[in-house]
């Protein structure tokens, strides 16, 4: 982005996100575990792309919007795959109730951590221990794990917005 007025030097902005630490080492593991991994976003082509190879991901789709990424979701389950979507955008909530689980890190917007399944808090992508309790119904709470303090709580007062 460039600023400036009329006349005047322009200052140009440049905006960029970086990958958690641990993003690739997230990836890897998933991989490892036979689990396939594909970015979908609404950004351009190119800094996804980047992102993308940072983290070590092939399968990227740019420029969607968020009834794109909904379908994207809806397409795998037609294929009987259980997506689990993390998402922390307003134009991930529809992604992220149409998936089988769901997980947003706990900047993100409420609209995308009362959708998700699961909200991470930390520097981390992966929890220090997984949960241990017994499966339940989508939409019966939601996990919070913070990597950073090790604790892994549930709170079923915020409920996900989707109804499944």
């Given amino acids: ?69 909904a379908a994207a979701i809806d397409a795998l389950a037609a294929q009987g795959r259980r997506v689990l979507m993390v998402g922390d955008g307003l134009n991930d909530a529809a992604a992220l109730a149409r998936a089988h689980a769901a997980m947003a890190p706990g900047t993100a917007l409420e609209a995308s951590q009362n959708a998700a399944d699961l909200v991470f808090s930390g520097e981390g992508s992966r929890p220090s221990r997984p949960p241990s309790t017994s499966p339940r119904r989508r939409g019966a709470g939601r996990w919070r794990i913070s990597p950073s303090r090790r604790s892994t709580t549930w709170s079923p007062a915020r409920r996900p917005c989707s109804a499944w």
């Fill in 1 to 69: 982005m460039w600023f400036g007025f009329e006349g005047d030097t322009k200052i140009r902005f440049r905006f960029s996100d970086r990958l958690r630490a641990d993003a690739a080492g997230t990836v890897a593991a998933l991989r490892a575990r036979g689990l396939t991994v594909e970015v979908l976003s609404g950004d351009v082509a190119g800094p996804v792309a980047a992102a993308a190879e940072a983290a070590g991901i092939d399968a990227w789709r740019a420029g969607l919007t968020p009834q794109d990424k």
